[in-house]
């Protein structure tokens, strides 16, 4: 079975369990390109884990996840690896920057570990800079920056490897209102300047309405199955709640 053309991104009735504890029960969603995606729901409802399942970090206990006509609950650990370094970028809640490196460095650095000339590299990466209006921050490392400043770093840095999906797992989450709004205005116009598939993890109703589409999670199962596009998933959610 592989994904329809139409989602660049799909998962099939995901189940995972942290220590034996469900996390997810029956999950199924997709992404089209371009689409940004809000995943909403309470702290612990499992939407980190969600992420980390779609991006390869987790691999299910049940169920399918595709990224075009990859099966990736199936790769092998390099393969995954090779699919997140050339395909995919995370935001994390908080931006974990490289205390050594300056702005443009921490930017730049996939690119470099990919094999891009360090030109190159720190081309694209202050570029992404610029468009998340940090340029200033290109020369300084993350102990001289405010927390904001580093968080577009970070989003920088997901950016300029130029990948299919995005992943954001409560990227703003740290941030005061002010910066928050600046952030998430610099996040969802440089996926759509670029079209990007985004999948956006928040608890934060007004981060929500930037999305193009909302699914919201409950204890692990999606709370609208009209979301998902995956009946048989709607049905196997509903048997195991």
Same mark, same amino acid.
Request: hydrophobic content about 40%.
């Given at each position: 079975?592989?994904?329809?053309?139409?989602? *660049?991104?799909?998962?099939?009735?995901?189940?995972?369990?942290?220590?034996?504890?469900?996390?997810?029960?029956?999950?199924?969603?997709?992404?089209?390109?371009?689409?940004?995606?809000?995943?909403?729901?309470?702290?612990?409802?499992?939407? =980190? !884990?969600? +992420?980390? $399942?779609?991006?390869?970090?987790f691999?299910?206990?049940?169920? &399918?996840?595709? /990224?075009?006509?990859?099966?990736?609950?199936?790769? @092998?650990?390099?393969?995954?690896?090779?699919?997140?370094?050339?395909? /995919?970028?995370?935001?994390d809640?908080?931006?974990?920057?490289v205390?050594?490196?300056?702005?443009? &460095?921490?930017?730049?650095?996939? +690119?470099?570990?990919?094999?891009?000339?360090?030109?190159?590299?720190?081309?694209?990466? $202050?570029?992404?800079?610029?468009?998340?209006?940090? @340029? &200033?921050?290109?020369?300084?490392?993350?102990?001289? +920056?405010?927390?904001?400043?580093?968080?577009?770093?970070?989003?920088?840095?997901?950016?300029?490897?130029t990948?299919? *999906?995005? /992943? %954001?797992?409560?990227?703003?989450?740290?941030?005061?209102?002010?910066?928050?709004?600046? *952030?998430?205005?610099?996040? !969802?116009?440089?996926?759509?300047?670029?079209?990007? =598939?985004?999948?956006? %993890?928040?608890?934060?109703?007004?981060?929500?309405?930037?999305?193009?589409?909302?699914? =919201?999670l409950?204890?692990?199962?999606? *709370?609208?199955?009209?979301?998902?596009?995956?009946? &048989?998933?709607?049905?196997? $959610?509903?048997?195991?709640?």
């Open positions: 079975m592989v994904a329809p053309p139409d989602d *660049v991104l799909r998962a099939r009735t995901l189940s995972y369990a942290h220590d034996g504890s469900p996390a997810l029960a029956g999950v199924s969603l997709g992404a089209r390109e371009g689409e940004i995606l809000a995943v909403t729901g309470p702290r612990g409802c499992g939407k =980190t !884990t969600l +992420l980390k $399942c779609l991006s390869g970090q691999v299910p206990e049940h169920g &399918e996840v595709w /990224f075009k006509d990859t099966a990736v609950h199936s790769l @092998a650990p390099l393969s995954r690896e090779r699919l997140w370094r050339d395909h /995919f970028g995370w935001i809640t908080e931006p974990q920057l205390p050594e490196l300056t702005g443009w &460095e921490n930017a730049a650095l996939p +690119l470099m570990l990919r094999g891009t000339g360090r030109r190159a590299a720190k081309s694209a990466a $202050c570029e992404w800079l610029e468009r998340l209006d940090v @340029a &200033e921050c290109a020369g300084s490392r993350p102990g001289a +920056l405010l927390q904001s400043q580093r968080q577009r770093v970070a989003i920088a840095r997901a950016l300029a490897s990948p299919s *999906v995005l /992943f %954001a797992d409560e990227p703003t989450a740290p941030l005061h209102r002010a910066d928050r709004a600046q *952030v998430l205005r610099a996040l !969802t116009s440089a996926a759509r300047t670029h079209g990007l =598939t985004v999948v956006l %993890a928040t608890q934060d109703p007004e981060v929500a309405t930037l999305a193009d589409r909302t699914v =919201t409950l204890d692990g199962r999606l *709370v609208d199955p009209a979301a998902s596009p995956d009946a &048989e998933g709607i049905a196997a $959610c509903s048997a195991s709640a």
